[in-house]
């Protein structure tokens, strides 16, 4: 529901629209590949800098998930900012 939000707040703001990839199961490699697309092609749409790597994470371990889910949830406050959602 976010994503879907977001892309709509996105093209009412810029006009702009992008692609956003089906997130899936929660921890795999693609799962998270598929989070760093969405996020790049959100924050182009936006005329943001390309989000920080998200990719890069075990997220079986503690301190890596952490890091991730503090990363992911600064970088969605940036996002949800610039679409007029926050």
Known sequence: MFQHALAQ???QQTGNT??????GT????EWLQAIQ???QNASAALGLPPPPDLESYSLD???DW???TFILSQTTA???RAAGLA
């Open 61 to 63: 371990e503690p301190a």
């Open 18 to 23: 992008y692609k956003a990839f089906p997130i």
């Open 66 to 68: 952490s890091s991730w």
């Open 37 to 39: 697309q969405t996020y």
């Open 9 to 11: 707040a996105t093209f």
């Open 78 to 80: 940036s996002l949800q």
């Open 26 to 29: 929660p921890g795999g490699p």
